[in-house]
């Protein structure tokens, strides 16, 4: 079964860096629509950033661009996420996502969690004050 396997995550102050990297298992990733979303205590998922299979589309939640960027490398199956000027409230578990298409046209993803059919386990970012 395919799989996604997220890692980085981990404790930073405020206004430091993580990246978040994500392995899948299958080749077929590579031609497939990913992203991060994300889950604090008591609230639901919540996008964070997705792009296309071949980097041309990237999409941010507002409140994180200009701080993160989402990155793909296919010949490796694999998809980061930079996350710098982290902020407490960037305090979540982070999951990896993808979709069963490419992600070839302009599409928001921020409204359409329920296109991301794979979902990794999460990994835990905490940022302190």
Not at 71 to 98: F, G, H, W
């Amino acid at each position: 079964q395919a799989q996604l396997v997220e890692s980085g995550g981990g404790t930073v102050q405020a206004g430091g860096s993580l990246r978040l990297s994500c392995a899948a298992s299958d080749r077929a990733f590579s031609n497939r629509a990913m992203g991060w979303f994300r889950q604090a205590p008591g609230n639901e998922h919540e996008f964070v950033a997705a792009i296309s299979w071949n980097g041309d589309y990237t999409y941010y939640e507002d409140s994180v661009k200009g701080r993160f960027s989402i990155s793909r490398d296919n010949a490796k199956n694999s998809v980061d996420l930079q996350m710098n000027r982290l902020k407490p409230e960037d305090t979540a578990i982070y999951y990896c996502v993808a979709t069963l298409f490419s992600g070839a046209a302009p599409w928001d993803p921020s409204n359409s969690k329920s296109a991301f059919t794979f979902w990794g386990q999460g990994t835990q970012v905490t940022v302190s004050s």
